[in-house]
């Protein structure tokens, strides 16, 4: 990476800081490009200032443009939380197909390589488990969740026929559920509202009965994934993900007993078209990439918690809005 010049599209969101942060102490130069929706400048904060590193607030559904060579475009800008994208649909919509065909046309201008931050929501409800990435999904593309996975799998299309009609170096990851520190406590996602009730005292609301399942990765591994995707030729898709499967229930009592907590658990409503299970099959991540996580869930959840309390402060106070 030493000497490349990197654009990460969503580079103030969780993920796409961390992987601003990492190219950096690479020795590659980065542009940043967000229109903070869902991130923030104060992701990348510790970066400003950096003479090779440049934040750029700009909308990807908007006319892009940036001077100079690139020679990686890392596409990570979309609202990836169910709460978030429920929020934004269009927006959502928007950048998985305006926002996407900007991204490859930068990339294209430019003769960089391309990777797509794909989901292993593509898959919807699977009815194959654990997922290959020969498996096609089980997607409801008028339910709640479509503005999502849908945007996704047009995402995917778009990257595949730039690679095949217009000869792009292209590649795909399929990201599982990631987490880490700088989630926002109030994403909805599962994690972060866990660990957040668990530390106020709060009910910890499992939807459903709690036997669905989900494999979660923490955030360094889910990004040596993609750097090892990305520094390669490999076109993909290619799952990045823990295989480490626990229900919801599970999930919620370790992170009730890591953080000493004695909230109750409550069972509550499950969403719409909520995936029963969720597990990826790394062998292709494995093979080509010579890639597998290295942190297990009770590490990365310790390493979580401990940045939640820290950022916090008196978590009591400050998580309660
Ligand atoms: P995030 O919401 O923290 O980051 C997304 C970033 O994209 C935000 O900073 C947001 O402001 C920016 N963005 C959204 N629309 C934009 C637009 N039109 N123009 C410019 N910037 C825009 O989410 P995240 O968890 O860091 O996810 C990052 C990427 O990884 C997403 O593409 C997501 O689909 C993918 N992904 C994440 C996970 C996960 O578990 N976190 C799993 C699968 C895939």
Request: hydrophobic share 40%.
């Amino acid at each position: 990476m030493k000497g490349t010049r990197v654009v990460v599209t969503g580079g103030a969101g969780f993920i796409g800081s961390y992987l601003c942060e990492r190219l950096l102490r690479r020795g590659a130069a980065v542009v940043c490009m967000d229109n903070f929706l869902t991130g923030s400048p104060r992701n990348v904060e510790h970066l400003i200032g950096r003479p090779a590193f440049r934040l750029v607030e700009c909308d990807l559904t908007e006319f892009v443009h940036v001077s100079g060579t690139v020679d990686l475009v890392l596409h990570f800008a979309s609202a990836a939380s169910p709460a978030d994208f429920l929020r934004h649909p269009i927006e959502t919509l928007k950048v998985g197909a305006i926002g996407t065909l900007h991204a490859l046309g930068l990339a294209t201008e430019k003769g960089a390589r391309f990777v797509l931050a794909s989901t292993s929501e593509v898959y919807g409800d699977p009815l194959e488990h654990p997922q290959k990435e020969t498996y096609w999904g089980n997607v409801n593309p008028v339910g709640p969740r479509s503005v999502y996975d849908e945007a996704k799998r047009f995402a995917e299309s778009l990257t595949t026929a730039y690679r095949v009609s217009r000869g792009a170096g292209t590649g795909i990851v399929r990201i599982f559920n990631t987490y880490g520190p700088r989630m926002r406590p109030h994403d909805g996602r599962a994690i972060p509202t866990f660990i957040r009730q668990a530390l106020l005292g709060e009910p910890i609301t499992v939807t459903g009965d709690g036997s669905q399942t989900r494999s979660i990765c923490y955030v360094d591994d889910t990004v040596d994934g993609v750097l090892a995707l990305a520094g390669s030729d490999v076109t993909g898709p290619v799952n990045i993900g823990n295989p480490v499967e626990m229900s919801m229930a599970e999930l919620a009592g370790t992170i009730r007993d890591l953080t000493g907590s004695s909230s109750p658990i409550r069972f509550v409503e499950r969403p719409v078209d909520d995936p029963a299970v969720r597990r990826p099959d790394t062998s292709l991540a494995e093979s080509l990439l010579g890639w597998r996580p290295r942190v297990d869930p009770v590490s990365g959840l310790r390493r979580t918690i401990e940045w939640f309390e820290e950022e916090l402060g008196s978590p009591r106070s400050a998580l309660a809005h």
